[in-house]
Nanobody, 125 residues
């Protein structure tokens, strides 16, 4: 099972990007899929997650109202729509997935065993 993240790029502050996370070798049914990000010199942090079966979502406070995580059942893909981007959103963004992630562990990167390769998002001021 592999995850493929894509959609990053270099944009100006205020712009939008949409990241995609596709799974090969399995379907996302039953998984929790999350986006994490890591900026240079900083620890990896939780951004957003979606529980595939219920579509329940959760967000890190700094992205609420700007980012939206969604899924496309037919394409077996999870998206992260990022609007009103800020320079502090600059990071490598990773998608991660796992089955059986309990609700209280949704934001913990140790709960996820399957990781994509990361996609760079750079927001200039």
């Amino acid at each position: 099972v592999q995850l493929q993240a894509s959609g990053g790029g270099l944009v100006q502050a205020g712009a939008s990007l949409r990241l995609s996370c596709a799974m090969s070798g399995d379907t996302f049914r039953g998984y929790v899929v999350a986006w994490f990000r890591q900026a240079p010199g900083k620890e990896r942090e939780f951004v957003a997650a979606i529980r595939w079966n219920s579509a329940l979502t959760s967000y890190e406070d700094s992205v609420k109202g700007r980012f939206t995580i969604s899924k496309d059942n037919a394409k077996n893909t999870v998206y992260l729509q990022m609007n009103s981007l800020k320079p502090e959103d600059t990071a490598v963004y990773y998608c991660a997935a796992d089955r059986g992630v309990i609700l209280s562990s949704t934001r913990d990167d140790r709960a996820y065993d399957i990781w994509g390769q990361g996609t760079q998002v750079t927001v200039s001021s």
